[in-house]
């Protein structure tokens, strides 16, 4: 089978696709033929060095296909089924992956493979931090960075459909007429305003209450600004690159503020806590209340192609390979 691989950390150039042997699933496993893969900005981290991994090494961890072969034990799925994951696995930017029948889920019918593999890890950490980590409620106003982006995009839709007031901010105003449209009530353009003094002048001097943080080191200062009194600081990527330490006493002086970098992993580390939120996602999605935007494909073989694209930051919603 073909897949891509590297075996020294670096630029999107690194990345090689080569030939080998197709796995085979072991007790507990399923094999799947992948249709669709996902391309987040944590494997540009693996790729470039910033979160370590053993080389030589795949990349990948998100996709959905068929289940083509099922090892002993296997209850979860039967051969034919479709099958999405998102974790448990380093290596999905491949023909066929070697999953944890556990760590997959069946997405319900009307949801195909593209969607799923667009939706689930993105889907799943929105699910995460805006209904468990920060419990958001109707009526409260929340900044989300990035909004244009595959994340920002489900999380804007989904705070309002629980009733929350979002504040976006995104670099360009084309991506500024986009979230418009996915119901932001405020767009900020982060390049060119104040985002503090943004978020304070529309919340009346006040702040939020939670700001949801991917952007990393060019949007640090912003956010901690940003934030009312006993507000939360939800820091969950380094897409400019990785944020300052953060001084204890400086939370403390900014109101009793709290800072936390959460993984999904970590809101998904039972296979009942996989389950539920990922029937909660498609539940969103299939209710229309969410729409998923793939706003670009790549053959597996421009998976180089795929990371400059993500890097420059040139892409709107999410960004699929298709073997």
């Not at 075996?7 to 799947?32: A, C, D, F, N, R």
């Amino acid at each position: 089978m073909r897949a891509i691989q590297f075996e020294q950390t670096g630029g999107p150039e690194v990345l090689q696709l080569v030939e080998v042997e197709t796995p085979k699933p072991g007790p507990g496993q399923v094999l799947i033929r992948n249709q669709a893969i996902g391309v987040n900005f944590i494997e540009t981290y693996q790729r470039g060095g910033l979160y370590p991994v053993k080389l030589p090494s795949g990349l990948g961890g998100e996709g959905a296909g068929v289940v083509e072969a099922v090892g002993d034990g296997v209850t979860r799925f039967k051969v034919g089924d479709l099958g999405a994951y998102a974790g448990g696995v380093m290596g999905s930017y491949a023909e066929y992956v070697v999953v944890a029948a556990d760590r997959v889920v069946k997405p319900p019918p009307g949801i195909d493979a593209r969607v799923a593999a667009a939706a689930l890890l993105k889907g799943l950490t929105v699910e995460a931090f805006i209904r468990r980590l920060y419990p958001v409620k109707a009526g409260e106003t929340v900044l989300v960075h990035a909004a244009a982006g595959g994340v920002g995009q489900i999380m804007v839709q989904w705070l309002k459909a629980i009733g929350a007031e979002v504040i976006a901010t995104v670099g360009s105003e084309e991506k500024a007429e986009l979230v418009r449209g996915l119901g932001a009530d405020h767009v900020i353009l982060y390049r060119d305003q104040d985002v503090a003094a943004e978020v304070k002048r529309i919340t009346g001097g006040k702040g939020v209450p939670v700001a949801y943080d991917s952007v990393g080191k060019d949007t640090f200062e912003g956010t901690l600004g940003s934030l009312a009194r006993r507000g939360w600081f939800v820091s969950f990527g380094n897409a400019s690159g990785p944020v300052p330490p953060v001084d204890p006493l400086r939370l403390m002086r900014g109101g009793s503020l709290v800072f936390t970098r959460p993984t999904l992993f970590d809101y998904a580390s039972t296979t009942e806590e996989l389950d539920a939120s990922a029937a909660a996602l498609f539940e969103m999605i299939a209710s229309g209340k969410v729409k998923i935007e793939i706003g670009q494909t790549f053959r597996l073989a421009e998976a180089r192609k795929a990371h400059e694209a993500l890097e420059s930051r040139a892409t709107v919603g999410a960004s699929l390979l298709i073997p």
